[in-house]
């Protein structure tokens, strides 16, 4: 293999390695979105804003809004990335909207991009449906919700006058496939929310060459929601996570303040440390803007300052 495909692979695994120091394959969950990344990924018994379909798609059935976000990232800010003369640099980009208020269920739409400048991108288009089982069996109990994804996944690399002749990219050199994800939300109690979630139910082949499937993932977490202490609203949280058989956990609480206009939160998990917050900057009852940023700190990579996300939100 090439000196120049051995390297794109090494940064992409590197890139990857977010959840567990073991690089896994193609379309690793990075967890999208900034005010999840915050609570050190515990979102999946949350998920209750337009962050909600790549974490929870149940989640989206909850909302009483409509609302759009948009996040941009940095990744491992410090690492001095090459590839031949070009520097690399690692971001990530989402987009989500969605539109809970249609009495058939709730609807959104999302699109989640890792990009390598100069090699290789990822792009994952996303369809969400969600509904509350109550609505259509009154006399169920306790709440429960339930969503599903569509998926769209491709990756594609960028190639040189080196690699193009490489057998790996003898068919070309990008490959999509499609998949599906499902979720539930139950509400034992009116705080305590509990969430399961199965992605990438087919298991698509996205290899070029050879076979490479991306594995199934299961997802499962707890929270404790609007813990009234006075002027402070909290909410604890705590996730569990598989996939190709490397398990990892994530802790998270998120605090409002100020009649929620100020949202600050932390998080831990097997890798990382991260802190964020939100600020409501634009507040009525038909609309509402807010901007969210969180910094995360990897654990095992010793070089790196860190990684930022910042979002853009909008509800109406």
Not at 59 to 83: H, P, R, V, W
Not at 123 to 132: E, H, L, M, P
Not at 178 to 186: E, M, V
């Amino acid at each position: 293999m090439k000196k120049y495909t051995l390297i794109t692979l090494t940064i992409i695994a590197m890139a990857l390695t977010i959840n567990t120091f073991t690089a896994q394959a193609a379309f690793k969950d990075t967890g999208w979105g900034t005010r999840p990344a915050g609570m050190g990924g515990a979102f999946v018994a949350v998920a209750n804003d337009s962050n909600a379909p790549l974490w929870n798609p149940a989640g989206i059935a909850q909302m009483k809004n409509a609302e759009g976000s948009f996040m941009y990232s940095t990744y491992y800010n410090g690492l001095d990335l090459k590839a031949g003369n070009d520097t690399v640099s690692l971001g990530f980009n989402y987009l989500s909207f969605v539109y809970p208020k249609s009495s058939i269920g709730a609807f959104g739409v999302s699109w989640a991009n890792f990009t390598a400048s100069n090699l290789y991108k990822e792009d994952t288009y996303v369809i969400t449906y969600a509904k509350r089982l109550n609505d259509w069996f009154p006399g169920l109990t306790p709440k429960v919700y339930v969503g599903v994804n569509l998926k769209s996944m491709g990756h594609a690399y960028t190639l040189d006058d080196y690699a193009k002749d490489d057998p790996v990219f003898a068919s070309g050199n990008s490959k999509s496939a499609f998949s599906a994800d499902i979720g539930t939300l139950i509400k034992p109690y009116d705080k305590i929310c509990i969430g399961l979630v199965a992605k990438n139910l087919t298991q698509p082949d996205v290899g070029l060459k050879d076979t490479d499937k991306v594995p199934m993932e299961i997802l499962a977490g707890v929270a404790y929601r609007n813990i009234n202490l006075g002027n402070t609203i909290l909410t604890p949280a705590a996730d569990f996570s598989m996939r190709d058989g490397v398990s990892t956990y994530h802790l998270g609480l998120e605090s409002w303040l100020f009649g929620k206009s100020l949202g600050l939160r932390a998080g831990f998990n097997s890798t990382e440390a991260t802190f964020g917050f939100s600020f409501d900057g634009l507040r009525s009852q038909a609309l509402g803007l807010n901007i969210d940023y969180s910094f995360i700190m990897p654990l095992q990579i010793a070089s790196s300052s860190g990684s930022h996300r910042v979002s853009l939100g909008i509800w109406f």
